[in-house]
């Protein structure tokens, strides 16, 4: 096949817990991404792109199915994504392409090619407890091979007994052992080997995931970096699991220094990222096949980060929720930026869509091709963004079982355990109109709802003062088609 014929290429690359105003190029003069900043000039950029639940794995599974978290049944970290439920390189009409994915996976059997991938590489040995029990146990994720072949000794063993690294010792490595830049050095290897053959690449970096801190720790002087201006605002009719999580981040990080400084942290590991993004696009730049490829940039989710004085996901603020996405589509040279709202729920079809690829009738979102392609500036998506929250998980449930609240100690001096557990997981969806309100349902009645174009920080809940029975009456009608 002539590279004048071939099929479009993508190369699809996602972040960990990275938010959306994390590019310098698009607006944030602190940060240092001349990468992303590059790859923006030539992308449609989502301004406003939400995920469809703020955790990990169910929105991975959202980005890779192209279904809502209560649908591909991942509602929790750790949970296993069915072999019945097909992911994007599974579906109709793209079985000519060679297919790889290297990074995290976090959707069950960790380490093991799944899902209609050619070529697999994870970088966590952390899950094995997850595993459904079908493969070998004693295997060991792409990166800890490599690093054990670099001549660095494990410091752990898992929950079989097998050796791996700990996140504690791979995020305290020099950068050219980190696992930024294995999985850049595994997508560089790809491209060199398949830019012949009509591709689709998946790269997730772990950063700037938790535990936030690398090699670049000191790249930002952390009193350069200033907290934002909702930084205190913590309204009292905020839901509960907002104050006590609020609570606890406050004494995790009890002045200013220290939320300044685990910003700085942050930025240090996007920026690492950054470089990674810039080596594996120099080499699909290298290979002739940058304009026959889709590229898209995202994240599962966002991290609060001191907004709020919160910290982590699990949050219905836009901190949390929102999330970069560029979507370059071939030979695109121009920027074109969208501002109404979008959802990951649309990724997957706009994707089949441009590869030529026939819709897949069980994916829940629709193709804005159409609005991409198109470089007049007016024409954007027009429709409701959802975001659900259906799941037990807070940010202090490492360890946790699946499905099973973890309760901090300290909260039970206020609160029983039941009103804790209920608080966590309430079943909350979040609708974002094209006009700009943004309401957050409660099944408890704590309701949140902002004008997010007189109010992008959220400070204001106008619950009681802003018209918004259309909106309610659509998350009703979506809460009574998913049950």
Known sequence: MSKQSKKPNLLFIFTDEQRADTIHALGNPFIHTPSLDKLSEISTV???????????????????????????????????????????????????????YYGKWHLGDEIYRQHGFDFWESVEDCYHQYDSGKYDASQRCGYTNWLVEQGIETDTVDCNGYPFHSRQLTVSLPEQYTKAWYVGMMGEEFIKRHSDDPFILYLNFFEPHMPMTGPLNEFYNWKDIPLPETHENLPDDVPLKYKLFSETFKKKFPTEEAWRRIRSQYYGLVSMVDRQVGRVIDTLEASGEMDNTIIVFTSDHGDMLGNHMLYGKCTMYDESVKVPLLIRMPGQKKKKTITNPVSHIDLVPTLLDAMGAPAYSLCEGESILKELADPDPMIQPEKDVFVEWIGSNNNFDLGAAVGEVSVKEEWLATHSKDEIVSAVRDHVVTIVSPDGRKLSHSLLGEHQLFQLKDDPGETTNLWGNLPCDDLVQKVEEWRSSIT
């Open 46 to 100: 989502c301004s406003n792109a939400y995920v469809t639940q703020p955790v990990c794995t169910p929105s991975r599974g959202s980005i890779m199915t192209g279904q809502y978290p209560h649908t591909h049944k991942t509602t929790d970290n750790n949970m296993l994504l069915g072999d019945d439920t097909l992911c994007l390189p599974e579906m109709p009409g793209l079985s000519d392409y060679t297919k790889a």
